[in-house]
């Protein structure tokens, strides 16, 4: 059974400082998705990450994949208070026979 | 495409009654998800279809749940009867493959389910 474990699971920052989230997961996987929900609204898809030591940066926002070591990273650089939200990070198992496996999320408060 | 579309957004009912829930895929998606979302669980996936057929509904807490594609753009997850522990948020999400590259999920508004 894939596990998905995020850390951490509350954050608590002030503006303009760095930061970043955990994302291990248990079984071989080369695809990631990052996921943003703002409180009472849908998951809004961030980033896809789809090998080895992809990249991909929006803004303030990069994360990275080592499937190696089955870790993702979301690194916030100078952190916004509009960057607070819950932060998913999901994993395809690769074999299509799972869907999508969610961690519990990072719950990320930016303050001014 | 206005994305994935969830009805209704919220729903009210009282333990013991029937509860249907509406999605209507991307157009073009093969794949549909049913999840829900509570604070204890976090998100958790109920069934999935590919091309309209269920694939695995091995998520599906009870038989009291039963989900439904009729064809590519529809599909209704029924709660009968429904309980107090199945208030949660209930999200659909489709993708255009789920083998493959093509498997980022799109979602939807979600509904809001509060059984009292």
Redesign the interface.
């Known amino acids: 059974e894939l596990k998905v474990e995020q850390n951490p699971l509350f954050l608590s920052m002030q503006e303009g400082k760095n930061y970043t989230i955990y994302c291990n997961y248990s079984t071989t996987s080369d695809?990631l998705?990052w996921?943003r929900q703002d409180p009472g609204?849908?998951?809004?898809?961030l980033f896809?990450l789809?090998s080895n030591g992809a990249v991909k940066q929006e803004g303030r926002l990069m994360a990275s994949l080592d499937t190696k070591a089955r870790l993702s990273t979301l690194h916030i650089t100078a952190a916004v208070h509009d960057l607070s939200a819950t932060y998913?990070c999901?994993v395809?198992s690769g074999?299509?026979?799972?869907?999508?496996?969610?961690?519990?999320?990072t719950h990320l408060i930016i303050q001014p | 495409d206005a994305g994935v579309i969830q009805s209704p957004r919220h729903e009210v009912t009282e333990m013991g009654q029937e509860v249907t829930l509406r999605c209507k895929p991307i157009s073009g998606h093969n794949?549909l998800?049913w999840?829900r979302q509570t604070m204890m669980r976090?998100?958790e996936?109920l069934i999935?279809f590919?091309n309209n057929v269920p694939?695995?509904d091995s998520g599906m807490p009870e038989d009291r749940f039963s989900a439904k594609m009729p064809n590519a753009s529809f599909s209704t997850l029924k709660i009968q009867p429904s309980e107090p522990r199945d208030s949660a948020v209930y999200?659909c999400?489709s993708s255009l493959d789920?083998?493959g590259?093509n498997?980022?999920?799109?979602?939807?508004?979600?509904t809001r389910l509060t059984v009292v």
């Open positions: 695809r998705y996921y609204k849908s998951l809004e898809s896809v789809l998913f999901a395809d074999g299509g026979a799972d869907g999508l496996t969610f961690g519990k999320g | 794949s998800f999840y976090g998100l996936l999935y590919n694939i695995d999200f999400a789920f083998v590259v498997t980022e999920a799109f979602f939807g508004q979600g």
